[in-house]
C-alpha cells in the first residue's frame, strides 16, 4: 500500500490536472468508426483479447464513452454466425489499457437464442442471477447487484421486482452489452459490483433510409393449476439518412401464469403441510428511440428518449396485490472527435413512479414511490501522447426518492477522474487512476461521505495467444435509497411473516461498505477458441447482509452492517469452435465460477455469508446449418444445493440443486421470414428452501413447483 500511495500521488496528482485542465482542450477524443462485426469477445485494449468467440473480436473502450454500434446481423437475410478467431483486430490501434471487459453483441445473443439481457448475463462468470432477473443478481459476494448502465448513463430500477427497464429491454434494440468486473475509476459510482452497461443501436449501420424487423410470439404450457402463457410483439425499426440516422422500438409483452407453493410446518401433532396457489400477470409496454446527427466531420449528437409502463397483478390464498409504474428517461449527448482524442458531453434525466395497492385480511394498504434523477457527466481522452492514453472527466447527479409512507431523501453525487495508461514495452501495459467522490444526503438520512478511491491494473503479452493480467482496487458502495427506508412491507402468501417467509424494511443507519479487491488472470486465445482463468480476493469493510428480527409476532428482514468479511473465488470460461465442415458451425461455450464469502469479526466464529452459492455452472452448445439457414442452442446451468445460516436466528437455511435447461431453434427463409420456438426451464427444478434447526431437527419449508415455458416467434426482417 506504501508504494501504491507513493505511486499514485507522484503520477496520479499530475494526471488529474493534466486530465480536468488540457492545455489544448480543443483536441477531444478518437470516435470509433464503422467498427466490424464481433459476436462476442472478452477484451483489454492494445493486443490482447481475453475472451474469445468473436467474429473479428474488437476492444471497447471504456464504458462511459464507447457508445458507437458495431454492424449486426439485424438486417441480414441470413443469420449471422459466430466465427472464432484470436486475432485481434481493433478501430483504433493507438488504444492502450490493461482493464478487462466483457463484450456480447447483438449477433451473439441472436445465436446463442437469447430472449432478454437476463438470458446473456446468464452465461457471464461471476454473475449470480436472482428470480427478479438482472436488478436481483448479486457479482462475486456482494448482497447488492451490479450498476446497471445504458449508454454509459447509470439507470435506477424498480423497487419492485419486474419493474426494471433492463429487464424488458429486447434484442433487438441492443447492439451490444460490456461487463466490466473490475471497479475502473472512469465507472460509475458502486461499480465495486461490476458494471453492465447495455449500448443500444442508433441506426449508423443501417443500409436505408427504413430497415427494421416485425415479431409476433406466444406460449403456452400446463393448465389452471399450475402453467403459463406468454405473449410478445416487438417492432424495431433502424435506417440511415445522409447525417440523421435512428432506431425505434416498441414492445409489448403479457406473461401470466399460475402456481403452487407447498408450505410445510412442525405442529405438536406432526408435519402440517399447506398448499398456496398463486396467480399472476403482468403486461409491460415500451417505446424507445435513438437518434444520431453528424454536425460536422468531428462532432455527432445523440439523443435517446425511452419510455415503458407497467401493470402487475398478483394473488394468492389470502391476498392480492397490484403494482402499476411508469418510467421515462431522456438523454443528450454531444461527441466531437477531432484527430485522435475524443471529448464527449452528457446529459440525462429520468421519472418513475410506482403505486402498489395491497388487500389483505387485515385492511388495504397503498403505497406510492417516485424518484426523479438528473445527471451530467463529461468524459474525455488523450490519445496524441508516445505510449501512452488518459483518460479524465467528471460525472454528476442530483436525485429525489420519495414515498408516500416516510420522508423524502435528497441525494447529490459529484466525482472527478483520471486515468493513464503507459505501453512500458511491446509486452507490457501499465493502468492507474484515481477517482474522487463526493455524497450528501439529506431528509430521511442526513450526511455527507467522501472516498478517495485508487486503482492500478498491469498486463504482460507473452505471445499472440497466452497473456497474464493482474490488478488491485479500492471502491467503496454506498446504501441504495431503497436499502434506508424503515417501513415494514409486509410478505404476500398464507406463511407472511414466517421466518421462511418475512417480511422487509430497509436500515437508515446503514453504512457504506468499503471494499479492497485483488485478482489476476490468465488468459488462453486461438483462432480456434480460448480461456479465461481468474482468481480474486475481496476484503470488505461493514459487509451489508440481510439480518433476519422477530417484532410483534412477525418475522422481518433488514440489511445491515456485519461486520468484515472476505469473499474469494475462481472463475473459469472460455468456448472452441469445432470444425465440422463448411456448411456447418458448432460453437461450444462453458463456464464455471466458485465463491466463498465468510464473515470475519473479531471474538467470533466465522461464518458463510447468507445467499451466496459456492458455485455456479454453465454450458452452450450453438449448431448452425447454413445451406438450411437453420440454428439450435442448448444452454445447461447448474447451481448446487447450498446451506447458509439465518443471520440473527438460531437456525439454518437450505437451498436445493437447481438445473436449468433451455433450447431454442430458428429457421429462416426467404424474404427476410423466420420462425423461432424457445423452452425455457425445460428440467422443471422446483425452488426448495427448508429451515433447520441448529441441531439438524426440521423446522419449516417451502417448495415452488414450477413448468417450463414456451415460446413460438414469428419475425419478417425488411
Not at 424487423?213 to 445522409?242: F, H, P
Not at 409491460?284 to 437518434?291: H, I, Q
Not at 403505486?355 to 394498504?365: V, Y
Amino acid at each position: 500500500m506504501l508504494f501504491f500511495e507513493t505511486f499514485t500521488m507522484t503520477r496520479l496528482h499530475r494526471l488529474l490536472f493534466i486530465g480536468l485542465f488540457p492545455a489544448s482542450l480543443g483536441s477531444t477524443v478518437y470516435a470509433d468508426s464503422n467498427p466490424a462485426l464481433s459476436p462476442a469477445t472478452d477484451t483489454t485494449v492494445q493486443s490482447n483479447s481475453n475472451q474469445t468467440g468473436a467474429n473479428s473480436p474488437r476492444n471497447s473502450t471504456d464504458a462511459n464513452t464507447s457508445d458507437t454500434p458495431n454492424k449486426t446481423a439485424a438486417n441480414d437475410q441470413v443469420l449471422a454466425t459466430i466465427v472464432v478467431t484470436g486475432k485481434l483486430e481493433t478501430e483504433d490501434p493507438t488504444e492502450i489499457s490493461a482493464i478487462r471487459k466483457t463484450v456480447i453483441t447483438q449477433a451473439e445473443m441472436i445465436n446463442y437464442g437469447d430472449i432478454s439481457v437476463t438470458d446473456a448475463l446468464r452465461r457471464a462468470a461471476g454473475i449470480q442471477m436472482g428470480s427478479g432477473g438482472v436488478g436481483r443478481s448479486s457479482f462475486r459476494g456482494l448482497s447488492v447487484p451490479p450498476v446497471i448502465q445504458i449508454n454509459g448513463e447509470a439507470i435506477q430500477g424498480g423497487k419492485r421486482v419486474g419493474t426494471s427497464l433492463v429487464d424488458t429491454i429486447s434484442v433487438d434494440m441492443i447492439d451490444r452489452i460490456e461487463v466490466t468486473k473490475q471497479a475502473s475509476v472512469t465507472q460509475a459510482s458502486g461499480a465495486s459490483g461490476g458494471v453492465i452497461n447495455i449500448i443500444l443501436k442508433d441506426g449508423q449501420s443501417a443500409s436505408a433510409p427504413i430497415t427494421g424487423v416485425v415479431k409476433a410470439g406466444y406460449g403456452t404450457y400446463g393448465d389452471d393449476t399450475l402453467g403459463n402463457n406468454k405473449r410478445q410483439l416487438n417492432l424495431q425499426l433502424d435506417g440511415k439518412e445522409g447525417n440523421f440516422s435512428y432506431s425505434t422500438s416498441a414492445i409489448y409483452n403479457r406473461n401470466s401464469g399460475d402456481s403452487q407453493t407447498l408450505l410445510t410446518n412442525v405442529t405438536p401433532t406432526g408435519l402440517n403441510t399447506t398448499t398456496q396457489n398463486s396467480s399472476s400477470a403482468n403486461d409491460f409496454e415500451m417505446f424507445s428511440t435513438r437518434m444520431t446527427y453528424k454536425w460536422d466531420e468531428i462532432t455527432k449528437v445523440f439523443s435517446d428518449l425511452m419510455y415503458s409502463q407497467q401493470a402487475n397483478t398478483s394473488s394468492t390464498n389470502t391476498d392480492q396485490s397490484q403494482v402499476n409504474g411508469d418510467n421515462t428517461r431522456v438523454a443528450l449527448r454531444l461527441e466531437r472527435t477531432p484527430g485522435v482524442n475524443k471529448q464527449t458531453f452528457r446529459l440525462s434525466g429520468q421519472w418513475q413512479n410506482e403505486d402498489e395497492t395491497d388487500f389483505r385480511p387485515n385492511g388495504i394498504r397503498q403505497v406510492s414511490d417516485g424518484r426523479q434523477t438528473y445527471s451530467a457527466g463529461f468524459d474525455g481522452i488523450i490519445k496524441d501522447l508516445t505510449n501512452q492514453e488518459i483518460k479524465y472527466g467528471f460525472q454528476n447527479s442530483w436525485a429525489t426518492i420519495d414515498s408516500s409512507q416516510t420522508a423524502s431523501i435528497q441525494e447529490n453525487k459529484y466525482a472527478v477522474y483520471g486515468e493513464e495508461n503507459w505501453k512500458i514495452t511491446e509486452h507490457q501495459i501499465l493502468t492507474a487512476g484515481l477517482r474522487q467522490e463526493w455524497l450528501q444526503r439529506s431528509g430521511l438520512v442526513d450526511y455527507d461521505q467522501q472516498a478517495l478511491n485508487p486503482a492500478i491494473f498491469y498486463k504482460y503479452q507473452f505471445d499472440k495467444e497466452w497473456s497474464l493480467q493482474a490488478g488491485y482496487n479500492q471502491s467503496s458502495q454506498t446504501p441504495q435509497p431503497q436499502q434506508l427506508s424503515p417501513v415494514v412491507t409486509q410478505a404476500t402468501g398464507a406463511d407472511a411473516g414466517s421466518l421462511n417467509n418475512p417480511d422487509s424494511s430497509g436500515n437508515p443507519h446503514l453504512k457504506p461498505q468499503e471494499i479492497h479487491s485483488f485478482e489476476s488472470t490468465l488468459t488462453y486465445n486461438s483462432p480456434d477458441g480460448g480461456f479465461n482463468l481468474t482468481g480474486f480476493y475481496r476484503d470488505i469493510n461493514n459487509y451489508i447482509g440481510n439480518v433476519i428480527t422477530l417484532a410483534n409476532g412477525r418475522y422481518i428482514q433488514s440489511p445491515q452492517n456485519q461486520g468484515d468479511a472476505v469473499a474469494t473465488g475462481m472463475e473459469l470460461d472460455g468456448r472452441w469452435n469445432i470444425p465440422v465442415g463448411k456448411a456447418h458451425k458448432l460453437l461450444i461455450s462453458g463456464q464455471v465460477s466458485t465463491i466463498r464469502a465468510i464473515l470475519q469479526n473479531d471474538g467470533q466464529a466465522d461464518q458463510h455469508a447468507s445467499g451466496v452459492a459456492p458455485y455456479t455452472a454453465s454450458v452452450g452448445v450453438s449448431y448452425q446449418y447454413k445451406p438450411w439457414r437453420w440454428l439450435s442452442n442448448i444452454n445447461l446451468g447448474y447451481t448446487p444445493a447450498y446451506e447458509s445460516p439465518v443471520q440473527g436466528q438460531s437456525y439454518v437455511s437450505r437451498l436445493n440443486a437447481r438445473t436449468s435447461l433451455d433450447i431454442s431453434t430458428t429457421k429462416r427463409f426467404d424474404d427476410g421470414w423466420a420462425v423461432t420456438f424457445a423452452a425455457r426451464n425445460l428440467l422443471s427444478t422446483d425452488q426448495y428452501s427448508e429451515l433447520d434447526n441448529l441441531d439438524g431437527a426440521f423446522y419449516q419449508s417451502r417448495k415452488a413447483e414450477t413448468v417450463p415455458n414456451v415460446l413460438l416467434t414469428v419475425e419478417k426482417r425488411f
